[in-house]
């Protein structure tokens, strides 16, 4: 059985940094590309930023270029997304989801977390 | 950049069948997914490549694409399909969500 499991968020001033985590198992990690959605509490899904399976494509949202960098460690079966210089409207519940086709980038997202809330708050 | 539009409600009594809309320019040239979303609980994949089904999913959900406009119609429809549905495609690179339909079962 797939699983993917967040953690990291929390409560984090304007202008700091936060570094999420997703555990993966019940799959062969470093065959499939993974991404960062996130949904502010009763709105809609916003992607945040993909990364292929050898992170030889790296692919950022507008809105999160130049202050969020997302990485994975094949290795330890881990997806991460560092955030910096976060803002008020960065606060949502952040996913991590796997896409479906292995080696595959630009598919479509067979399993999902249960999501971190990361709020940015003074 | 590339925009998804989706209408916020929709609306069906139970056994009928509900259709959602997304719109997007020559949204045809893409393939589009859809997710349902439950409160409290993460997306769902329901349909992928514009018609597919994955396993799991009940053969009253199917999906079109044709010119600007991909549909998600549920036949049948069930007091446990009520939820959020949201439309996704590829722009190039960039991942890109509908804006999201909630459907009501009346």
């Known amino acids: 059985e797939v699983q993917l499991v967040e953690s990291g968020g929390g409560l984090v001033q304007p202008g700091r940094s936060l570094r999420l985590s997703c555990g993966a198992s019940?799959?062969?990690?470093?065959?499939?590309?993974m991404h960062w959605v996130r949904q502010v509490p009763g709105k809609g899904l916003e992607w945040v930023s993909g990364?292929?399976?050898?992170?030889?494509?790296?692919v950022y949202a507008d809105s999160v270029q130049g202050r969020f960098t997302i990485s994975r460690d094949n290795a330890k079966n881990s997806l991460f997304l560092q955030m910096d210089s976060l803002r008020l409207e960065d606060t949502a519940f952040y996913f991590c989801?796997?896409?479906?086709?292995?080696?595959?980038?630009?598919?479509?997202?067979?399993?999902w977390g249960r999501g971190t809330l990361v709020t940015v708050s003074a | 950049s590339y925009e998804l539009t989706q209408p916020p409600s929709v609306s069906v009594s139970p056994g009928q069948t509900a259709r959602i809309t997304c719109s997007g320019d020559?949204?045809?040239?893409?393939?589009t997914s859809w997710y349902q979303q439950k409160p409290g609980q993460s997306p769902v994949l329901v349909i992928y490549?514009?018609?597919k089904r994955p396993s799991g999913i009940p053969e009253r959900f199917s999906g079109s694409n044709s010119g600007n406009t991909a549909t998600l119609t549920i036949s049948g429809t069930q007091a446990v399909d009520e939820a959020d549905y949201y439309c996704?495609?590829?722009?190039?690179?960039?991942?890109?969500f509908g804006t999201g339909t909630k459907v009501t079962v009346l």
């Open positions: 989801a796997k896409e479906a086709v292995v080696r595959i980038y630009a598919t479509q997202f067979d399993s």
């Open positions: 019940g799959f062969k990690f470093d065959d499939f590309a």
């Open positions: 990364i292929n399976w050898n992170s030889g494509r790296i």
């Open positions: 020559k949204l045809v040239e893409k393939y």
């Open positions: 490549q514009d018609t």
């Open positions: 996704q495609a590829w722009d190039r690179i960039a991942c890109v």
